[in-house]
Nanobody
Framework: QVQLVESGGGLVQPGGSLRLSCAAS????????MSWYRQVPGKERELVAR????????EYADSVKGRFTISRDNAKNTVALQMNSLKPEDTAVYYC?????WGPGWGQGTQVTVSS
């Protein structure tokens, strides 16, 4: 059973930084791309960043390019999202995601609030 547990969210001032982490279990982590999505109330969940299984290919939403960095540790079954130069519009619930052979897996989400 796929299990994804996010951590690291919180309240930060504009211009600040946060690091989100996702611990994965229940599947062969090293063979699947991993993604971070975010969602605000009333809007669709949007892709923030994706990393290939070995970490060599990265993809970012235009809105976060140059500010966010996705990384993974296949030895520890974790994926991280380093968020710098945060803006109020980055406020959302952030979700860790994987699409395995058996379908999609989602974490419970972690709230990120950017406000002064």
């Amino acid at each position: 059973q796929v299990q994804l547990v996010e951590s690291g969210g919180g309240l930060v001032q504009p211009g600040g930084s946060l690091r989100l982490s996702c611990a994965a279990s229940g599947f062969t982590f090293s063979i699947y791309p991993m993604s971070w999505y975010r969602q605000v109330p009333g809007k669709e969940r949007e892709l923030v960043a994706r990393i290939s299984s070995a970490g060599g290919s990265l993809e970012y939403a235009d809105s976060v390019k140059g500010r966010f960095t996705i990384s993974r540790d296949n030895a520890k079954n974790t994926v991280a999202l380093q968020m710098n130069s945060l803006k109020p519009e980055d406020t959302a619930v952030y979700y860790c995601n994987v699409y395995t052979t058996w379908g999609p897996g989602w974490g419970q989400g972690t709230q990120v609030t950017v406000s002064s």
